[in-house]
T-cell receptor, first 112, second 116 residues
Framework: QEKVQQSPESLIVPEGAMVSLNCSFS?????SIWWYQQHPGKGPKALI?????GNKKEGRLTVYLNRASLHVSLHIKDSQPSDSAVYLC????????????FGKGTQLIIQP | NAGVIQTPRHKVTGKGQEATLWCEPI?????VFWYRQTIVQGLEFLTY????????DSGMPKERFSAQMPNQSHSTLKIQSTQPQDSAVYLC??????????????FGPGTRLTVL
């Protein structure tokens, strides 16, 4: 069964700093990796996904996927206080189980 | 577009009582998912439907949990004989299509269930 682990558990950075979040997954057959953002009292919201080895940039977000090392990272440039939230990494594996498996998340706090 | 709607937002039950949670997916979305979220376990998959048909319920505790999707506009999650360990936020999500594709899941705000 797919396992997804995230680090760090929590992170506090000053406004404007670059944020780097890490995620490892157990199954190299994972079709895609998703990053979700969750604010208190709200459901998760999809931010960005990646399917191919390499990187993908959308606005202030860049995600890197390395299938050989089973690792993916999310980088947030020029962080804002509104970026404060829990960030969830999720792996999609469609072999036998057509579902997303989530990590436990990283709590990010951006200090003004 | 109101997004995924979940009702009630909060529910308190006594041990042994039944709880029914409702979800209205985004109109036109063919896949509906149920998850449970706790501090300890994180976000756990429970079950999902595609075009109203149950596809995978492998995450559901078998004895007391059941889910249905009687029509394309709503799904229910029923928990019989609730126990304190069932206390969690139950999240519903929908997706335009699902499978080996890039379509994202849209989550509702969740129902916080507290079992006393």
């Amino acid at each position: 069964q797919e396992k997804v682990q995230q680090s760090p558990e929590s992170l506090i950075v000053p406004e404007g700093a670059m944020v780097s979040l890490n995620c490892s997954f157990s199954d190299s057959a994972s079709q895609s990796i998703w990053w979700y953002q969750q604010h208190p009292g709200k459901g998760p919201k999809a931010l960005i996904s990646i399917f191919s080895n390499g990187n993908k940039k959308e606005g202030r977000l860049t995600v890197y996927l390395n299938r050989a090392s089973l690792h993916v990272s999310l980088h947030i440039k020029d962080s804002q206080p509104s970026d404060s939230a829990v960030y969830l990494c999720a792996a999609l594996n469609t072999e036998g189980a057509d579902r997303l498996t989530f990590g436990k998340g990283t709590q990010l706090i951006i200090q003004p | 577009n109101a997004g995924v709607i979940q009702t009630p937002r909060h529910k308190v039950t006594g041990k042994g009582q039944e709880a029914t949670l409702w979800c209205e997916p985004i109109s036109g979305h063919s896949a509906v998912f149920w998850y449970r979220q706790t501090i300890v376990q994180g976000l756990e998959f429970l079950t999902y439907f595609r075009n109203q048909a149950p596809i995978d319920d492998s995450g559901m505790p078998k004895e007391r949990f059941s889910a249905q999707m009687p029509n394309q506009s709503h799904s229910t999650l029923k928990i019989q004989s609730t126990q304190p360990q069932d206390s969690a936020v139950y999240l519903c999500a929908s997706s335009l299509v699902w499978g080996a594709s890039s379509y994202e899941q849209y989550f509702g705000p969740g129902t916080r269930l507290t079992v006393l």
